[in-house]
C-alpha cells in the first residue's frame, strides 16, 4: 500500500517553474539540466505559483515542486531579537532559497508559507553585494540557511559553496550554515574558514524518527560533524527545538551521552539549546496543515504572541539539557 502510494505522486522537482528572467542566469540552466525529464514551465513572477492560496503543504511535501526566481528586494534581513546571536553583534539571515526538503511535523515554515514548493534564487551575487554593503559600515554575522535547508540540497543549488568562496574574502563577516543533514560529502572538498560554521540540529532518534520525516537519522548526521571537525571546521551544534514527548528525559538524555561519546568535545565551537517555539499566527496555519499532530496540538501558552511550552515545562527542559551538556562543555560555550 505504502509503495502505490508513493508510485501516485510525481518524483521530486516533476515540474520546475522559472521566472523570464530567471531564464537569462547561468545557475538556473546548470539546476534545469540536472532535471533532465522535469517539465519547465515559464512564468512571470514565483509569488504566481509559490504564493497561491489554498494550497496543501501535506500533500505537497510528497511531491514538491521547484521554482527558479530572482530575488529583488529583502535581500538580507536583520536578525529577530528571539534568535540567538550567540553573543555576535550585527546578526542578520539570508534566504536563498525559501522552503526545505524535509518535512519535519513542527517546522514553522507550514506556518509561514502557503506551499511547500521550494523557491531557488539564482541571483546569488546580488546578495553577496548587499552583504558587502553592510560590511562596508560594520561586521557581520549571517545565517544563511534560514528559512530552509541549503546543505540539503547542496548537490542541486550549490549555493553552500558559494557562501564558503564568499566568506573567504570577507574577514569581518561571520557566517553560520545550519543543517539538518547529512551531506557534507558535498562540500568536503572546500578549504574550511575560520570565519565560517557548520551547525548541525541534533534530535534524538525517537524524534527524527516520529516527527522529522526523511531527515537522516542521528548516526548519519554525527558522522558528518565529525567529518566536518576532522577538517578543520567550526562546528556548532544545536539542540534546538526540544520537542516535549512522553519520556523526554530518557531519550533526550540517551542522545547527549550518544553524542559525546563520539565527538571531541573539546572540538566543538558551541552548543545552542531551547525548546520548541513558534508565532501564534504560525501555529494556527500550522495545525490546519497537520490537525492530527500531537506535537503541534499540545496546549501551548502564548506569551506576546509567542507560543511554547508552559514556563516551568520550557525551564525544565532546558536546564535538563543543561546539565548533561556542561559534563562535557564549558558553561560559558552553552547558549539557551
Ligand atoms: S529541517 Fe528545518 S527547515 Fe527543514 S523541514 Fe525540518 S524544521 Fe523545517
Redesign the pocket.
Known sequence: MKNLEKNLYNPYFSHIYVEKEALEYFKASEIIKKFPDSEIIEISHYKDVFSRVHQNCTIQKKSPKLILAVKKDHLIYEGATVCEDFGNNHFYYTSTMM??????E?????GMYSTANIVVFVNIEDVFSEVEKVLAKHSVYLSVSY???IL?LEHVIGHGKRWIEFSKNHKNLKIEL????ANFKAIEDMISQENFILSW?LSPDKIIRSH??R?PFLTERLFDVKEAIRKGWQVRLCFD?LIYAKGWRGFYKEMIEKVFSEVPAEKILDISIGVFRVSKDYLMRMKKQRSDSVILNYPFKSVDGVCSYDKKLAQDMVCYIYDLVKKYIAEDKIYT
Not at 106 to 110: D, E, K, N
Request: proline share 4%; net charge negative; with cysteine.
Open positions: 522552503n526545505c526538503i524535509y518535512d519535519c513542527y517546522c514553522y515554515l507550514q528559512d530552509t535547508d540539503a545550519r543543517t539538518k543533514s540540529t522529522e520525516n531527515t527545538p
